[in-house]
């Protein structure tokens, strides 16, 4: 361990089962069924077309420009983890590259979200990983810490808590608490039921025509 990156006590992670119910559901659809909260602002993207991920938030807090503490989280990644990077909305140097998400990847992460910059878009994109940036630049980052993993984070206005749940697509990013899980799943099936009646309205009315 790197003596200035502070590491949080042992967190609960939701069970693999509990993240994938809410693998059927878009982040619009979980907005709507969570009051529209806890929904990441929009400057937060994906950076390839396509991206889309579920995971058990593993919080990462930096400082502006520099991914020590990135580094030292690959020590803690778990199957399903999803990295949530406070690099303090700086979009000066990029945090995350494609090394870093090649390794992402390799441990069993499903995703990162990064306030901050990432680069090395083109090959991330063939790779397949899915990554949520504030910004895209080319410049690298320093490596020089401090920062702190598995203590709660900000991602886009929202505060991200080790083991909340993410979801991710070309929409946006919404963090779910483990403790409010049941609760968003069962509204977010009656937010798409109730989509799923008024498209077939919008059928029947096209019908009649």
Same mark, same amino acid.
């Given at each position: 361990?790197? #003596? ?8 609960? &992670? ?6 994938? &119910?809410? &693998?059927?559901?878009?982040?619009? $659809? ?5 009051? *529209? ?22 919080? =990462? ?5 520099? $991914? ?65 940036? *504030? ?28 083991? #909340? ?7 946006? =990013? ?34 009649? &025509?």
């Amino acid at each position: 361990m790197t #003596d200035n990156i502070r590491i949080a006590a042992t967190w609960q &992670r939701p069970a693999p089962e509990l993240l994938e &119910r809410f &693998r059927v559901h878009s982040v619009a $659809n979980l907005g709507d069924a969570f009051g *529209r909260l806890n929904i990441v602002d929009g400057g937060i993207a994906p950076i390839w077309t396509g991206a889309y991920a579920v995971g058990s938030a593993l919080p =990462v807090l930096t400082v502006a420009g520099d $991914n020590l503490a990135v580094i030292e989280a690959l020590d803690h990644i778990q199957p399903g983890d999803f990295l949530a990077i406070n690099a303090g909305g700086f979009d000066g140097r990029a945090i995350l590259g494609d090394n870093l998400a090649q390794r992402f990847d390799l441990f069993g992460a499903t995703g990162a979200i990064v306030d901050g910059a990432a680069r090395d878009k083109a090959i991330i994109e063939r790779l397949g990983f899915p990554v949520f940036a *504030r910004a895209v630049n080319p410049a690298g980052p320093w490596k020089n810490g401090p920062g702190v993993i598995g203590e709660p984070v900000a991602i886009g206005g929202v505060v991200v808590n080790a083991g #909340d749940i993410i979801v991710a697509d070309e929409d946006g =990013v919404i963090v779910i608490p483990q403790a409010r899980a049941e609760e968003v799943l069962a509204a977010a099936d009656a937010v798409v039921a109730l989509e799923a009646e008024k498209d077939a309205e919008v059928e029947a009315a096209k019908a009649a &025509r």
